[in-house]
């Protein structure tokens, strides 16, 4: 049975830290092993669908991969890491024209990656729509390449597909999303293509930083 989910969910925008390549995150430099997240007890991984530079992408038996950007990509993998049924992520970029992009690259604004978090669900626990649905409401779709003091490309909203399935079910979600705010979403869907795992310091950066860039509230029921 999915879960069913209330989701009040709140993004301090305004408070929104830019994510930056110098010594915002240098210390945190290792990668963490699976842990324990939240209330729920649930063991988050780091390596969704064996996540690398470009390679091939694949979900373990019985599971799912979804891929979504919505601004800076600490506090959008902060949030999907504490989702029940989400059971790896990682953080990277997609959406571009250039191979091996770093962070540099990416802040020039002239690859056309997006701050991507890369997500393995189990569909028996959460759904993809659900997640669809909590992307959404943790972030501003209605910017166009902007959330709070982040703006280019970079911190587009897009949701990146695996399947027909997925895109149909990205556009139902913003047709609910649209009707939920009463303004225009401007979230692209594309097809995925590669996707490059981003340095190590800014992979689950919120554990290892014990901050939150976004302030996440999560209630559910079965």
Request: charge should be negative; hydrophobic fraction near 35%; glycine fraction near 12%.
């Amino acid at each position: 049975m999915h879960l069913r989910w209330t989701l009040p969910l709140l993004v301090g925008l305004a408070a929104l830290p830019a994510c930056r390549s110098d010594g915002a995150g240098a210390s945190a430099t290792s990668d963490p092993q699976p842990r324990t997240l939240g209330a729920t007890g649930t063991t988050v991984g780091t390596d969704p669908g064996g996540v690398g530079m470009g390679t091939p992408l694949v979900a373990r038996a019985g599971h799912e991969l979804a891929a979504f950007a919505g601004g800076c990509f600490w506090g959008t993998e902060d949030m999907m890491r504490q989702v029940p049924g989400v059971v790896a992520t990682a953080v990277g970029y997609t959406g571009g024209h250039t191979k091996n992009p770093t962070y540099d690259d990416v802040c020039t604004h002239t690859t056309g990656h997006a701050e991507t978090v890369l997500v393995e669900l189990d569909p028996q626990k959460v759904s993809y729509a659900q997640l669809l649905d909590i992307f959404f409401q943790n972030h501003d779709p209605t910017t166009m390449n902007r959330q709070g003091p982040d703006f280019g490309d970079q911190y587009r909203s897009e949701v990146f597909t695996f399947s027909d399935a997925q895109a149909e079910a990205a556009r139902a979600a913003i047709g609910r999303a649209q009707a939920r705010l009463g303004k225009h979403v401007v979230t692209a869907v594309s097809p995925i293509g590669a996707f490059y795992k981003a340095e190590d310091y800014h992979q689950q950066y919120d554990e290892k930083s014990g901050t939150h860039s976004c302030a996440i509230h999560l209630s559910t029921g079965i």
